[in-house]
């Protein structure tokens, strides 16, 4: 392996973004192609992200009330097609087994896109009275939606994820429970994964097709491209009356429940690594890092019992954190940190001979390549320190980063000047009408991303039609 | 839904076994029978014993140094053909995927009843010297096996385990890694499950297809039948040579990997259920219950919120246990005391006015009924003691009758009459010749469960052709 990090150095970032981000995720191992069409095999150390991803969302999840649950991987194709806007939405993308147990099936299984129709399928069986009510459910599992462009992470034909499915006895919790969901992956994506964003409703055209209305957050990537973090939606009683969800209420009358989903993917991952890392390879928030610290001892053929027992003394120490040692013989020094520079881990700790001999170690930062001698006395807190400067600094640098590329423009020329040329947010009057929408989109490849939580009502004209306008939207071209 | 459950009184366990199968999952709300063929939804009570399953067996593999990452749903079919047995033995099983996108696909899909075939293609990728071995990798995960008879937990179409694959430089180190795991499966349904049984190794017949041996550990359930409970295999190089996983061993010289795969499924879910209920339901053992305490207070209209306070109050100082309050006023206590049983929470306290008074609680375990009163400032401690002794108790119970079950029988009159009345374990000698196990079989449904672990060789005959034979095996009936 060794010959092949070394064969060539990674594409620089600023020079070649998308094949930037190819080699990075494949040279740090976080993920490989596999050997089928539009898949990717999550590799251990990308899939260590996925792992404390989960465990802080479940966390979250459950501290809701939200119970998790299993549902099957099939779903019959006539359940898809209860619901109108869903089924059309979703048949372009979809898997579908024919045959089982070596036999032809009468009616075909599709693998599940998202999974609202089968657990509402369950979920009329199993709420009769008020008192089932609200039923919050929620899954970790594999969905797939056939993928003609793939990228790895982002756009895949499997991908993992999380869906929460609630019925709710009225409008207003169900409404409140689609914002609870969202604001929980705004925090998260603020808190953790450590980029800034647009939290806001999705245009009916961009929605999810048989929702009332879609909850997103959208970020920008370094290319100037938004990314789609997140959606919840608010069904209404779009689903629960093709599928017949009744309750009876505590006057003793029958009505249909109101119902939320949401979700997020491992396309997250993809995020992280497009927004922080650098030309050396990845940088992870340290709240999300596989690893938070690795150890190298700076062996030398000569000292290397006492620089590994040194190492493993202060990895002994060090028990709040994600901690390596990378004790390996067979690997210079310089090559080590150019590998874990790659990999991204926050800190590096370097013990060498002079180390031992003054009783401190020489920490380097991964965000800015600072480095600082610690006593061996302060490790643990000067750690705790440089990882939330790290984590901070990250958010301050794509906060700075969304800020200086949204803008604001009024005229249709500049908005295409703009799509042509470097991208990113823009913010414009548009009237509502989705013809504008659409050309709009035809001409530029910008979307509509995301009406900003709060928008104000001004006074404008639609930057397409010159008609009155009342909001101004935000507008980018997507991944 | 509280008329379904007092609708009827569940059918008893020692009246109808199968019977009362069914109806303690449906009605404990384990699961539910999906609307797709063969397929089950875990309901959140049931997969939240999943979820305590994942933690603990997890924590064991990190413990082994086995990494987790997540491979492809789908598995082109050319790469199950590779190794024979394995296509030969999985083929009449396979859910096939034939339309992707909206076309049908040029190269079938098989939705992965397994996935060494995947998950070692990319192995050939990724190893190449002694440096990259071992290769410990976990995946949890669902898997597809089209299921004719299904049965709750015990046999569905889809299902959810974990599979572990690993590559090592040699096959003593393989052998070990095989052995590891099976230990780790023994010592989990021991210790978490408290269901003793037989470990060892599997007859060539019933190996898993591909494997030099396969190793299991083989309990006996309620009504005389076997449930093989996790497999580990010594896969020597079987895979690796059709798959062409090789490496540079430190003196430059190419040799292909030893491996093993090993794995645990959802169906030990239904283990404890079989084994550990009684007439009134479920049966926790304390360490997997999703709930280890319900707390009841005796609500009377009068003395409610003193009663709930009181309630919250011991709720909080159970940090260390898994604990719920039943607050609902719309039932009595004596429904929810039925209720708390039948989901098989291990110890229910009561909280009535005079408890408040006397500063007790009534504690009631669920396992023999018994009832003792404890003073508040020992209630921590001796929840513990009883959680602890529940435990303990359902294993001793469950290895008595393993021993009860369990018979030495030479002569094929006695082991017939066995297999046509109450069934059990049946330890006798074979041969070794495929064409008896297969007589055997056809005529008793008995196959060969195990070659116990360290079985000593004997001179004996074969039970079925009374030819000399070496071992004793252990025979049964299985699910």
Request: aromatic share 12%; with cysteine.
């Amino acid at each position: 392996m060794e010959n092949r990090f070394e064969k060539k150095q990674l594409v620089k970032k600023s020079e070649n973004f998308s094949q930037w981000y190819v080699e990075v995720v494949l040279r740090s191992e976080l993920a490989d192609y596999a050997p089928v069409k539009g898949c990717q095999v999550f590799r251990p150390y990308g899939f260590a992200i996925w792992e404390n991803i989960k465990d802080i969302l479940d966390r979250e999840i459950k501290k809701a009330g939200v119970k998790n649950a299993y549902f099957p991987l099939f779903i019959p194709e006539k359940f898809l097609k209860k619901e109108k806007e869903h089924i059309e939405g979703f048949s372009p993308e979809l898997a579908v087994v024919a045959f089982g147990g070596g036999k032809e099936l009468k009616e075909k299984l599709v693998v599940r896109p998202t999974s609202e129709t089968i657990i509402y399928e369950m979920y009329s069986k199993w709420i009769k009275s008020w008192r089932d009510l609200p039923l919050k459910i929620n899954q970790w599992a594999n969905v797939v939606r056939w993928e003609k462009r793939p990228r790895l992470f982002l756009r895949t034909t499997e991908f993992l994820w999380q869906e929460g499915h609630t019925c709710h006895s009225n409008y207003q919790e169900a409404l409140e429970e689609a914002k609870r969901a969202l604001k929980m992956y705004v925090d998260f994506y603020r808190e953790y994964l450590a980029i800034d964003g647009v939290f806001g409703k999705k245009s009916p055209a961009e929605k999810f097709p048989g929702a009332e209305d879609t909850y997103t957050y959208e970020m920008l990537m370094p290319d100037g491209k938004a990314l789609q973090g997140c959606t919840s939606h608010n069904l209404a009683q779009n689903f629960s009356k093709p599928f017949n969800i009744r309750f009876l209420d505590k006057e003793g009358k029958e009505r249909f429940v109101w119902q939320t989903s949401w979700g997020i993917t491992t396309r997250c991952i993809g995020a992280v690594v497009m927004v922080h890392g650098d030309d050396q390879g990845l940088i992870f928030p340290p709240k999300i890092a596989p690893i938070q610290i690795i150890i190298i001892p700076i062996l030398d053929g000569k000292n290397d019992k006492v620089l590994i027992d040194k190492a493993e003394e202060i990895k002994e120490k060090l028990t709040n954190f994600r901690v390596e040692i990378d004790k390996r013989r067979e690997y210079s020094p310089g090559w080590k940190f150019n590998q874990w520079e790659l990999k991204g881990v926050p800190v590096r700790l370097e013990i060498g001979p002079r180390e031992v001999k003054e009783k401190k170690v020489t920490l380097a930062r991964r965000d800015n390549f600072q480095k600082i001698e610690i006593p061996l006395s302060l490790l643990s807190q000067k750690i705790k320190e440089t990882l939330d400067s790290i984590q901070k600094h990250l958010f301050e640098k794509s906060s700075q980063f969304l800020k200086k590329a949204t803008r604001e423009v009024f005229d249709y020329a500049s908005f295409k000047k703009i799509m042509e040329g470097e991208r990113g947010f823009v913010r414009a009057f548009w009237c509502g009408n989705p013809e504008c929408e659409e050309k709009i989109k035809r001409e530029t490849k910008a979307t509509i991303r995301v009406l900003p939580d709060k928008t104000p009502e001004e006074k404008g004209r639609c930057i397409y039609c010159q008609k009155p306008a009342k909001k101004r939207w935000l507008f980018a071209q997507a991944y």
